[in-house]
């Protein structure tokens, strides 16, 4: 009986939802940088270059890097991502956190209120942003159409089973709806190293 | 109706096992090693120092530390925990093995066999092993009382709730029964990061 009722409760629990899988992406150290920080970091009238699309709309990565300095560690070569925000953000996952020395909060994107400070380096400047360091909560982007196919709605909160050879389920996992988004789940490299992230996984939302 | 399915299938699922919580300790790279090594690498007559004793009743870490040199990293101050073992083996994350540059297997601790060759140093030697490199798996250890309480036998996979601020269900989690054991489960640095953990964290048995 307890056997059948576990069975019974797996099997509603993970096929209650679309059975349409998520594609995951895992995201490495970048910071979004202001156009000021920009004109800061790499001078006037430089424009940095965009060296490849992203899988959300109208994202890129550029050829630029800049350097992340904390009071522990120091991170050379940390991708830039465009395009520029209001304000400089900089995701950073928790083992980064330590090596660097800098306390940050897992927080939504743009949620940067008492995050922590760093110095941000290039060649040529050097910054230290008031705050701005988060570890970005696990998130999926996907658009309207999708969220009526999944039953969900833009800020849910929901669950994942990541389908690899090291399963976890993630659980409060952030939805976000937008009509320019493509269906895609988030998560940082402990997060990958930790699930058995390998290019070209899935996961199943299941509650 | 969607959501009442949802909500009891959940219900089943995380109240059909025990109630009872497993604390949840996160393990940082170390080694185990032979006796051989032991001599190869800090000479014939010198003792090992133990520092402090482990969850585990007769398990301790010792107050000497090796290198472990790969091929892109090098990590020093890594440490040893006795007693000996019939085979040395080397104890990693996922991010470690992406530092060091070895391509670890997620393995059983004792199931070495084709895993990665790696450098262990000291100050007095260095030591090549033929293979020995692992990511352990997840598992938790329980006495026979205690696998009767949660209805688990030796070697069954379980899943198990993380109770922390970044939830996580952990599935195929090992179970290791043995009279001598103490009830902990074991997660590396990288599903630490990932859940969330801290001190004092707790696991909920759910499947």
């Known amino acids: ?12 629990v993970r096929n209650i939802k679309c059975q349409r899988l998520i594609p995951i992406e895992a995201s490495g150290r970048h910071v979004h940088l202001s156009i000021q920080h920009v004109i800061e970091l790499f001078g006037k009238d430089y424009e940095l270059k965009i060296k490849k699309e992203l899988s959300q709309k109208g994202q890129y990565q550029y ?18 991502l465009g395009p520029p925000r209001s304000k400089t953000q900089v995701e950073i996952s928790k083992t980064d956190a330590i090596f660097l020395g ?16 760093i110095i941000i380096a290039t060649d040529k400047a050097a910054i230290r942003i008031a705050e701005g360091v988060i570890i970005a909560r696990r998130h999926i982007h996907m658009n309207e159409k999708d969220a009526i196919e999944f039953s969900v709605k833009d800020k849910q909160l929901v669950s994942v089973k990541i389908l690899s050879q090291r ?12 009509r320019d988004y493509s269906l895609t789940m988030h998560i940082d490299y402990d997060e990958a190293n930790a699930c058995g992230y390998i290019d070209g996984v899935y996961g199943r939302l299941i509650v």
Do not use: Q, T, W
Not at 102 to 117: I, M, Q, T, W
């Open 1 to 12: 009986m307890e056997v059948f009722l576990d069975n019974l409760a797996k099997n509603i």
């Open 63 to 80: 050829e630029e890097k800049v350097m992340l300095i904390g009071p522990k560690g120091v991170y050379k070569d940390v991708s830039i």
């Open 102 to 117: 800098v306390d940050a909060p897992l927080r939504d994107s743009g949620n940067l209120s008492k995050s922590p400070s």
């Open 167 to 178: 399963p976890v389920i993630f659980e409060e996992v952030l939805v976000r709806v937008n």
